[in-house]
């Protein structure tokens, strides 16, 4: 067996000593935090990806320096493993251990230890494919990554500025090649190439759709749309929108699908844009996010999130296994999280089954898995939908016994094909949405009219340690700091429809507060009949704030970050 190469590790090691009393923490979407503290991370990142591939016999390991949806001081990083999918969870804790090493020694001190735990055969190769999106940290931290694979002697591939779902299926693809279980050409020029052929035979023989305005975030979905364009042709007239990937400050800024999502309002620049019955969509930072709304016919704001995306997608599944005669041999399921609107989950949970997880795209991809057809998307538009092998397999097999079970078998066999199961990726899950229109002729009308959303709020408070805040049954309830569920459940009650959670993120050092409530109680206050449409969301967000300020006084919120709107 070989040995790690100390030397060439501790000569590139010292040119990116960790920041002395910062702690770094492999969470849910990789490392995440500001830009400008990275540098050290990003370097070891790179050895331990390198490890990782020699851990697997050498298949290629993926790293996508970003931070998504996040402001553009923050940056972040992370790993996927060969399938396209998360980094095993196991490796999570490795990565960890390895950011927050003091010194070089230490930090080799920690390699040599996982190389020995881990069993990793050093004399294997060392493959990695990575990518970057538009934040302006990204060329240093990637300069960070790439001494970090000449330490160890990584066989690198750049795949330069591009979205996270790309850099997902380049990982799937290039570990796929020459298999039975091809996922497409290694190149993003394979990438536009299967989405757009799948995308045309689907819409085939359906009416045009209307042009679709989308939402860039100023980020680099917009290099990635611009190309889109080319491969769809006339299929599919796309209009984007704040597309300025190199203006400092402009990333995420007052747009993108964490804006829409967030904040329930069209991105200002979108208002004079659109019109009653314009439909558009917004993507966030690195385009793996993805959140649909239009202008209903007096002009107000409709949003149709990542639960709107799940029961389109999902109905419009069943159908087709049942057109194509299978539905007693392929069951789709449906997974969302505490997250997902209470109206949304009666709505599925009357069609199909729906499981509940804890937040972060490896739950939610990790049971979808467990069915044949799994559906997944969180209510901020990350999702996808995955086709067992299995059911791949038997739907190339399969004999249909008419023609109309012959179209349906062929509809699903090309979703396989539109579809990213690697990842959520906004501009595959887009495609989804809009094939889905086709085939019903909806508006955004009627795809909203499915059932109509609890009013809900989503609200961040910025404490001093969101690791003091634990949770159970999937997020739904905390059970630390102590007594802080009960005085919640107290305010709950006041509220008819009232339903409200509180979580650390997993992306930020915020605790997040959701709450949904149609009314509020007589006992407080409240009338008893349901409020006017122009007050729909009002008990919503008092009760969001409401708990916001419960977290605020029992946790030692920062008093400069106090809920601004924080109704005593």
């Known amino acids: 067996m070989s040995q790690l190469p100390l030397n060439a590790i501790k000569h590139y090691s010292d040119a990116h000593s960790k920041p002395p009393d910062l702690h770094f923490q492999y969470g849910t979407a990789g490392f995440r935090t500001l830009g400008n503290t990275l540098d050290s991370v990003i370097f070891r990142v790179g050895i331990l990806a390198g490890l990782r591939s020699k851990r697997l016999d050498g298949k290629t390991i993926g790293v996508m320096v970003t931070a998504s949806h996040n402001p553009e001081q923050d940056n972040g990083v992370k790993l996927v493993d060969p399938r396209g999918e998360m980094l095993e969870a196991s490796w999570e804790a490795h990565a960890t251990l390895l950011a927050n090493a003091s010194s070089t020694d230490a930090f080799l001190e920690a390699l040599t230890a996982l190389v020995k735990s881990t069993k990793i055969d050093l004399s294997k190769p060392a493959r990695v494919v990575y990518a970057r999106d538009t934040r302006p940290s990204g060329p240093a931290l990637i300069s960070a990554l790439e001494d970090g694979f000449k330490a160890l002697g990584v066989e690198a591939r750049d795949a330069g500025i591009t979205t996270t779902p790309i850099l997902h299926y380049l990982v799937k693809a290039i570990n796929t090649k020459g298999t039975n279980e091809s996922y497409g050409e290694d190149s993003e020029d394979g990438y536009f190439t299967k989405l757009s052929t799948s995308f045309k035979k689907l819409v085939a023989g359906k009416a045009r759709p209307d042009p679709l305005i989308i939402d860039c975030a100023n980020g680099v979905g917009a290099h990635a749309g611009a190309k889109l364009i080319e491969y769809l042709g006339d299929s599919f007239p796309l209009v984007l929108e704040n597309t ?47 959140m649909y709304y239009y202008l209903d016919e007096r002009g107000q704001f409709r949003m149709l999130d990542g639960d709107k995306i799940a029961a389109l997608v999902a109905a419009f599944i069943v159908e087709l296994v049942k057109l194509a005669g299978l539905d007693s041999e392929i069951k789709v399921g449906v997974v969302q999280t505490a997250y997902a609107n209470g109206a949304s989950t009666k709505y599925l949970a009357e069609r199909l089954p729906v499981k509940c997880v804890p937040t972060g795209v490896k739950h939610l991809h990790h049971a979808a898995e467990h069915y044949d057809v799994g559906v997944y998307f969180e209510a901020n538009g990350h999702g996808t939908v995955l086709f067992s092998k299995s059911t791949q397999d038997k739907l190339k097999s399969h004999e249909p016994s008419t023609p109309a079970q012959s179209t349906a078998l062929n509809h699903l066999i090309n979703l396989t094909q539109l579809i990213n199961q690697t990842v959520g990726d906004a501009l595959s899950d887009m495609l989804l949405v809009e094939v889905v229109l086709a085939h019903k002729s909806y508006s955004g009308v009627e795809w909203n009219s499915l059932y109509a959303d609890l009013p809900n709020r989503l609200v961040k408070v910025v404490v001093g340690d969101r690791n003091g805040f634990k949770t159970e049954d999937a997020e739904r309830r905390l059970v630390s700091p102590p007594g802080l569920q009960t005085k919640i459940d107290d305010l709950v009650r ?69 809920p601004k709107e924080f109704l005593p």
């Open 244 to 290: 300025t990937t190199s203006t400092p400050g402009t990333l995420n800024e007052s747009c993108g699908a964490d804006f829409v999502k967030t904040m329930q309002r069209l991105p200002p620049t979108l208002a004079n844009l659109m019109k009653p019955g314009q439909r558009a969509c917004s993507l966030d930072g690195d385009a793996d996010r993805l």
């Open 494 to 562: 006041r509220y008819e429809g009232g339903r409200s959670f509180v979580r650390p993120s997993g992306t930020e050092d915020v605790v997040r507060v959701y709450a949904e409530a149609v009314v509020k109680s007589q006992a407080d206050g409240g009338s008893p009949y349901f409020i006017e449409v122009t007050e729909t969301y009002k008990f919503a967000v008092e009760l969001a704030f409401r708990v916001a300020g419960l977290v605020y006084d029992e946790a030692g919120g920062d008093p400069s970050r106090r």
